[in-house]
């Protein structure tokens, strides 16, 4: 039991001295709060995906189950883990929200990150749809400021949705 604790102990402050090691600015938004999301985009915000064509790859229909699962269960796929499509337990979901479409203040996406664009993206899909799982998109502002623009402009909105 007491090298078990010690254990967690050293475990703790290892672990403390990497984030104190790294930029104590990522993930921190406008409003000095601290977000998981945005600190995970920052860290892989030069990822670049291995095998993005830069042209659309069709990806199968979506096949209708009737899922045996009690849940609806929502999974998360950031696109710096894309390439681990295939040790994903489809059975278990409902849906997967690809994260993310980076967007502007006027509602135009900057960044993809491979949606559609990605044979492990279009795996991903092609692997869900055969299962009956549906996939969407996520999109990415760690703006307060920005996100009230949006949504108080009907125009922004509007392009947002249509992007």
């Known amino acids: ?39 995970f985009n920052e860290l892989y915000k030069d990822y670049k995906l291995s095998e993005e064509s830069g042209e659309i790859i069709p990806a199968i229909p979506l096949v209708k189950t009737v899922s045996t699962n009690k849940y609806k269960v929502m999974g998360y796929m950031p696109y710096w883990f894309v390439n681990r499509w295939n040790t994903i337990s489809y059975d278990l979901l409902y849906v997967i929200a690809y994260h993310s479409a980076e967007a502007d203040s006027n509602g135009n996406i900057t960044n993809n990150h491979g949606w559609l664009t990605d044979a492990n993206v279009t795996n991903m899909l092609n692997s869900a749809h055969a299962r009956g799982v549906k996939v969407v998109l996520s999109a990415t502002i760690f703006s307060g400021t920005v996100i009230e623009k949006i949504l108080t402009s009907e125009t922004k909105r509007i392009n947002l949705i249509n992007n």
């Open 1 to 39: 039991m007491y090298l078990k604790t010690l254990f967690s102990i050293l475990l703790f402050f290892a672990l403390l001295s990497q984030l104190h090691s790294q930029d104590i600015s990522l993930g921190i938004l406008d409003s000095g709060e601290f977000s998981t999301h945005k600190y």
